[in-house]
């Protein structure tokens, strides 16, 4: 994958909203964010119809502005929403039955730890996403953050796979998560929360 696209790379489901997540995609897309992924999960979130027909409605704004679309962990959604790919964590599927599945397309894995980035088959991912790297209060299973410190630690042992941070991000602190050697930041609550969208994007 062009590694580019990791660079300002917008997460968001129903339940990080407060206004209307169409609305929010919009700006955030008019902002300048790189890539988009659809995580529809945890608690207010949606299920069966509703979530694909958000997923649906959100996908067609991506393919209307060329922004990628990725789906977490949902591989029955990749399909159908026509994803461009999927995200998924040490507990999800398998990234040999991704692969498998989906030769063609962007898989991204998270990996937060010596033993994960152990046991996980990095030569069939394009990209890792790594985190919490500061204190997140979005997701609620979140573990401890594991600082830039990690992200140095992934480019001093000489992985060069495309990397993008999550956990905590905004506007204030992206600049550090580049600096310690990813190529990108993954946000959700720096836009969801935001009252002025485009500015957010636009300084991070
Ligand atoms: N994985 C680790 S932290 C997190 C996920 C999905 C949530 C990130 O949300 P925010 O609002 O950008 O901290
Ligand atoms: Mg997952």
């Not at 209307?20 to 902002?31: G, S, V």
């Not at 977490?72 to 790919?85: K, M, Q, R, S, T």
Request: charged share 25%; net charge neutral.
């Amino acid at each position: 994958m062009n590694e580019h696209l990791l660079r300002k790379y917008f997460i968001m489901g129903s339940q990080n909203c407060v206004n209307d997540p169409r609305d929010i995609l919009l700006k955030a897309i008019e902002a300048g964010i790189t890539m988009f992924q659809f995580r529809e999960k945890g608690s207010g979130s949606k299920n069966g119809n509703e979530k694909l027909k958000l997923g649906l409605e959100l996908r067609e704004i991506c393919k209307t502005y060329d922004i990628p679309f990725i789906v977490n962990d949902h591989v029955e959604l990749v399909n159908v929403l026509e994803a461009d790919g999927i995200h998924v964590g040490q507990d999800d599927v398998s990234v040999e039955k991704l692969r498998k599945q989906f030769p063609y397309k962007i898989i991204g894995l998270s990996i937060s730890n010596q033993d994960e980035l152990k046991r996980s088959p990095i030569n069939l991912v394009d990209y890792i996403g790594t985190g919490p790297i500061f204190g997140s209060k979005t997701k609620e299973d979140a573990k401890k953050p594991v600082g830039l410190e990690w992200i140095r630690s992934l480019r001093n042992q000489g992985l060069t796979l495309p990397i993008v941070g999550i956990g905590g991000i905004n506007e204030t602190n992206a600049q550090q998560v580049l600096e310690a050697g990813a190529n990108g930041v993954s946000v959700i609550s720096a836009i969801t929360k935001s009252n002025h969208i485009f500015e957010t994007v636009q300084k991070l």
